[in-house]
């Protein structure tokens, strides 16, 4: 069991910046990847980033070069560096951790934080 903790977000006007905090704890040891995903209403959440164990990340096309996430050494915190946000990034963002236990993948996420981007 893996358990999240969210914290960030906010109201902000176009062109701002925000960043979200994500703290695991648990079995933080069977952790393969930790990220953040997105859903606006009426869409599908979709992957903003993630990282992997070994430090791979990866970006939605539509935040590359304005997002920025990265990690602590002790790879149980996730920070997502929002830059030059649009209203199209307005959505409720979750943090996600899956696992891997005796070959077994599993999906953790955090409670949601609210992102509004808008004059």
């Known amino acids: 069991q893996v358990q999240l903790v969210e914290s960030g977000g906010g109201l902000v006007q176009p062109g701002g910046s925000l960043r979200l905090s994500c703290a695991a704890s648990?079995?933080?040891?069977?952790?393969?990847?930790m990220g953040w995903y997105r859903q606006a209403p009426g869409k599908e959440r979709e992957l903003v980033a993630a990282i992997s164990s070994g430090g791979s990340i990866v970006y939605a096309d539509s935040v590359k070069g304005r997002f920025a996430l990265s990690g602590d050494n002790a790879k149980d915190k996730v920070y997502l560096q929002m830059n030059s946000l649009k209203p199209e990034d307005t959505a409720l963002y979750y943090c996600n951790v899956r696992t891997i236990v005796a070959l077994t993948p599993s999906d953790y996420w955090g409670q949601g934080t609210q992102v509004t981007v808008s004059r």
């Open positions: 648990g079995n933080i040891f069977s952790i393969l990847t």
